[in-house]
Every structure is written in C-alpha cells, then in structure tokens.
C-alpha cells in the first residue's frame, strides 16, 4: 500500500465521522436562567434513532423530554445538568435557578416622621421602586437599601423591581398619638359614701372593724349619727361633734355604705 493511497483509506474513514459529528443532536438554548416556578422549552433538534434524557438535578428543575423539546420547570435553587443522548453521541443543556428577588420586609409600619431600612436581596441587573402614594411615604434606593420614611398618615405600596421579576411591599403610616388618658373610675363601681366613710376610720378602725366602737356591717348606724347630729344623744360628745359636719343625705351615704361593708 502506497502512502498516498493509505492517507485515502483513512480519510474515508475519518470523513464519515467528521460527517456525523456535524448532524449530531442539538440542544437550543445550551443553557436556561430560570427563577423557582418558572417554566421553559429547550428545542432538541437532529435527533437520530432513540433518544434519551438525564437530569443531574431533579430536585431544582423538572424535565421531561416531548418530541422536539424538554418541558423544564424549575422547582428549586440550583443548577441542572440536562443530557440529551441519541443514537449520534451526548449533548447537555444547563439549568440554573437562581435565587427570587427578595426584599427583607413585606409589610412596614411607620409612624410619621419615622424611617425604617428594607434590604434588597437577589436582584439582577438594575433595582426599581415605584410609589403608589408619594404625599404618605418617601422611598430612597441607594444600593440595595431602600430607605422608607412616613411621611403623612397613609398607606403606600412600593414596587421592586429588577429585571426578571417584581416584590411588593406594603407601608402603612400612622400619625403619633398621645396614650390615652387612664378610663375614669366608673360612678357605679365606688359607692358614694366611700370617700366620707374613711373619715370615721381613724377613731372606729379600718372600714369602722373596732376602735372606739365597732361599725362596719351595722345597719344602726344612720338612726345613731341622727341622734348624734340631732344632740338627742351625747349632744357634747366626740361624735356628736362629728355628725353635725354632715347633711342628713351625707350621713345617709355614710351609713348605707358602712351597712354594705
Ligand atoms: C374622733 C374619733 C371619732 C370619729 C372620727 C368618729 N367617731 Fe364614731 N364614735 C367615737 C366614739 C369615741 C364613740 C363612742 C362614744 C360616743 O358614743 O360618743 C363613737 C360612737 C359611734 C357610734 C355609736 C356606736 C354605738 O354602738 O353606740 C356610731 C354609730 C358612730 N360612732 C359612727 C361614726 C361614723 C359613721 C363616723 C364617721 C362619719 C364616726 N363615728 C366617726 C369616735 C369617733
């Protein structure tokens, strides 16, 4: 065999290899940037004989291979390999899901006057904010922090955008206020007579238990403080002295109370 003769032999050989190689199958796009949820076609064109499909991560992107096509549906963060074999040889495709644009706070409330920091997470490309009520709240990006202040009482809602996807988030802005004032002592829950009773505490004990004379619990004692204010009985005594400082309609008061106690 003459060498330029052997060359021919083994480009007859090779030829037909370079050939298939050119018609082999054909993966479009060769790589997918996908967010969790999304869902996509990669086109499988050339095919010859069988084909088959591989995903070297089934738990971030879904694939299934239809004619002319792998449906793929990313399901989580991360990256797949998908290979697609035919009778021709291996071609892959690859998968990434990427992380969803993320804003570190969906609801804000503020008071006015008051500003609060939001982080930006994940975006890609440049951060948008739109405002849906200027006049309540002001928001600032700077990098990816936007600051939000209350302006006047409102609610806003502020739209993040980058270039694949949007957040919202929802500022509600209320007006400072003074607390308010303690509930004043319902009427029904003190008895009137309470406040004159205690007058009669200092010489009759704690809510009239002893002392000079015990009466707390005793229904006596209006007929005793009339007579007292009346001077029929001890008329120069300590509390005779006493019950003349009240009205009858006092000393009525003080004698249902002592009586309920
Ligand atoms: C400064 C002391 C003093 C105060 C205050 C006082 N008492 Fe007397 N009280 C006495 C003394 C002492 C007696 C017994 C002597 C007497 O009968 O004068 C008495 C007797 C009585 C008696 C007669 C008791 C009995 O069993 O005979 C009644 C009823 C009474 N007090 C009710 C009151 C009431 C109600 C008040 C308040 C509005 C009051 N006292 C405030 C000193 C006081």
């Not at 991560?57 to 035919?86: C, E, F, H, M, Q």
């Not at 509390?239 to 106690?261: C, F, N, P, R």
């Amino acid at each position: 065999m003459n060498p330029s003769r052997s060359l021919r032999w083994l480009s007859s050989l090779i030829i037909p290899l370079v050939t298939v190689a050119a018609h082999a199958v054909t993966l479009s796009p060769a790589s997918r940037s996908l967010l969790p949820g999304d869902k996509s076609t990669i086109t499988v064109s050339r095919v010859r004989g069988a084909v088959t499909l591989a995903n070297s991560n089934p738990s971030a992107v879904s694939a299934s291979l239809t004619r002319g096509a792998i449906n793929v549906s990313a399901d989580a963060v991360g990256v797949a390999t998908l290979s697609v074999t035919d009778s021709q040889g291996t071609k892959t495709a690859t998968v990434t899901v990427s992380p969803p644009l993320g804003v570190s706070l969906a609801n804000v409330s503020l008071l006015v006057g008051q500003s609060t920091a939001l982080t930006v997470s994940n975006a890609i490309g440049s951060i948008r904010i739109s405002n849906s009520n200027g006049t309540a709240v002001a928001a600032t990006l700077s990098g990816n922090v936007v600051t939000v202040t209350g302006k006047s009482a409102g609610s806003a809602e502020l739209t993040v955008r980058d270039t694949r996807s949007s957040v919202k988030v929802r500022v509600t802005v209320t007006a400072p206020t003074a607390p308010p004032p303690p509930p004043p002592p319902s009427s029904t829950d003190i008895h009137p007579g309470r406040l004159l009773a205690s007058n009669c505490f200092q010489c009759h004990g704690t809510n009239g238990s002893g002392g000079f004379d015990r009466i707390q619990g005793s229904t006596e004692v209006l007929s005793e403080l009339r007579k007292f204010a009346s001077g029929e009985e001890d008329p120069t005594g300590i509390m005779a002295a006493h019950a003349v400082g009240y009205t009858d309609e006092q000393l009525q008061l003080i004698a249902d109370y002592l009586s309920k106690l």
